[in-house]
């Protein structure tokens, strides 16, 4: 019996030990379970090359309809607002210089007795509102002398002497046509100078368009290279009206862009080439130099017929100090004053022609795409004491 039992448990112990042996070599033996092949094969790549780019689903898988990509159409050329008339419409502007100009001297005028104290204050007034005080002088001095030779009193009738002055003092004979139209096939150029921030680049924008309403084509060459946005600026004025730019690469030579706007103008038989320049005057030499190779350069190709000043009427005397230097630059032909809307200081017009014997052309009254006015001596009194032209006619 107890044989028996010795043998079962041998028996036993066998198949326990045999069991085991089964189980944990099958343990220690289990495969690691193997990478995904495409994970191991595309990790270099991805290090390299970046995150996949997903494939789009296409139409005939999703049944989906793509839509096409839309088509960019140029946006449509405008029609700009005829020129005639404008500073008569846009007289309203000059509120600020009407308040100096009308309200104030035309009341110093209207009172009962002109004695010496009230001549002063006149002269104060115009002085004030930067007509210069050589100008100022010869307007009270003649105001003075015909009020009293008329034995003028009436304020209707001061008011039409002082018209007159201030007329006479912004010489009406002066040519203010800009001398735009081509010649023989060949365009006429006009090139745009003025410190920076005057408001050159908007200025050639809205001639652009004064001479496209006006029936001309026209050509803009970005030669303000200094100033990143400029080119920018003046291809989007020049893009509303359907007129090309000519830009070079970023900080290019000014007179290079220049001789290309106008070569291309030439090639493509437009009416009128304007030209934007830069113009810093940290380095009076360094403007000087500039502006005269811009010239010369363009010259090349034949004479410049305009040289416009951009001058900022709200920076009164000081912008004439500025404006001598381009004047010693190049010959400048007229003068364009901007933001007269944003003065009490309208005089600055007599002040202006006075000292440097160059006619006011074009005045701008805003930032609108069209607030820029041709100038005439008559409308623009008018304007500032708030009369209407017949009054003073009359
Ligand atoms: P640039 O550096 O001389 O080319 O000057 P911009 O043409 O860039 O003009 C400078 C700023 O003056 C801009 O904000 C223009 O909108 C503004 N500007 C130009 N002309 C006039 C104007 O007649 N009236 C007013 N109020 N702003 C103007």
Request: aromatic fraction near 2%.
């Amino acid at each position: 019996m107890t044989e028996y039992l010795l043998i079962a448990l041998a028996l036993l112990g066998v198949l326990i030990l045999g069991g085991l042996g089964l189980v944990v070599p099958r343990l220690r033996r289990r495969p690691e379970p193997p990478l995904p092949q495409t994970e191991v094969d595309t990790r270099a790549e991805e290090d390299l090359a970046g995150p996949p780019v997903e494939a789009p689903e296409s139409e005939l898988s999703t049944g989906i309809l793509v839509e096409p990509p839309p088509v960019v159409e140029a946006p449509p050329v405008e029609v700009p607002e005829p020129t005639a008339g404008r500073l008569v419409r846009l007289r309203s502007r000059l509120s600020r210089s009407q308040n100096v100009f009308g309200k104030g001297l035309l009341g110093l005028l209207s009172r009962d007795h002109l004695d010496e104290d009230a001549w002063e204050e006149i002269e104060d007034s115009l002085i004030t509102a930067d007509v210069g005080i050589d100008a100022t002088r010869d307007i009270v001095d003649r105001l003075r002398e015909r009020t009293r030779v008329l034995g003028t009193r009436s304020a209707t009738d001061l008011r039409t002497l002082l018209a007159a002055e201030l007329v006479h003092a912004l010489d009406p004979t002066l040519d203010r046509s800009l001398r735009t139209a081509p010649k023989e096939g060949v365009p006429a150029v006009v090139l745009v100078v003025g410190v920076n921030g005057a408001g050159k680049t908007t200025t050639c924008g809205k001639i652009a368009r004064v001479l496209v309403a006006d029936g001309r084509t026209v050509l803009l060459g970005a030669a303000d290279t200094f100033r990143a946005a400029a080119a920018d600026q003046l291809e989007t004025w020049g893009g509303r009206v359907g007129a090309e730019t000519v830009r070079g690469p970023e900080a290019a030579d000014p007179a290079s862009v220049a001789f290309d706007a106008v070569k291309r103008g030439i090639d493509t038989g437009v009416d009128t080439v304007l030209i934007d320049t830069a113009g810093r005057l940290q380095n009076k030499i360094g403007l000087m130099d500039e502006l005269g190779k811009v010239k010369r350069v363009v010259e090349k190709h034949g004479p410049i017929d305009e040289t416009l000043l951009i001058l900022d009427a709200t920076t009164g005397q000081n912008g004439l100090e500025q404006a001598r230097v381009f004047t010693e630059a190049v010959n400048v032909t007229g003068v364009v004053l901007t933001k007269l809307d944003g003065t009490a200081k309208g005089g600055i017009v007599i002040a202006v022609q006075r000292k440097l014997g160059i006619p006011v052309k074009l005045v701008g009254l805003g930032e609108g795409k069209d607030d820029l006015a041709p100038f005439d001596p008559a409308q623009f009194v008018d304007a500032l004491l708030g009369t209407e032209p017949l009054a003073r006619d009359a």
